[in-house]
Nanobody, 123 residues
Framework: QVQLAESGGGLVQAGDSLRLSCAASGGTFSSYTMGWFRQGPGKEREFVAAISRRSGVTYYADSVKGRFTISRDNAKNTVYLQMNSLKPEDTAVYYC????????????????WGQGTQVTVSS
């Protein structure tokens, strides 16, 4: 099973950008669909974005469409989440996750998870 480790979170102001990274180890990275999820204070974990095994397909939550971009580098075993025009409501712990099948948005369909990285957006 693949192990995942997120990095790149931090405290930023509204309108700023951040790029999150998720490094994978212990598995064949290119065989996994990768997703990003987030969990804000007092909220349930929600889908943010996902990318297919060879980057041919991406899918975004409506709340981040046009502001966030998911990408992957299979040679580096890493998936990224570029976040632009950040808003206070984007404040959350961001998690990356992997699954062997196609893109889905339900968190319980993903098999491996990272420990999360905190993103805080001040107004």
């Amino acid at each position: 099973q693949v192990q995942l480790a997120e990095s790149g979170g931090g405290l930023v102001q509204a309108g700023d950008s951040l790029r999150l990274s998720c490094a994978a180890s212990g598995g064949t990275f290119s065989s996994y669909t990768m997703g990003w999820f987030r969990q804000g204070p007092g909220k349930e974990r929600e889908f943010v974005a996902a990318i297919s095994r060879r980057s041919g397909v991406t899918y975004y939550a409506d709340s981040v469409k046009g502001r966030f971009t998911i990408s992957r580098d299979n040679a580096k075993n890493t998936v990224y989440l570029q976040m632009n025009s950040l808003k206070p409501e984007d404040t959350a712990v961001y998690y990356c996750a992997s699954r062997a099948g196609s893109i889905v948005t339900m968190s319980n369909e993903y098999d491996s998870w990272g420990q999360g990285t905190q993103v805080t957006v001040s107004s």
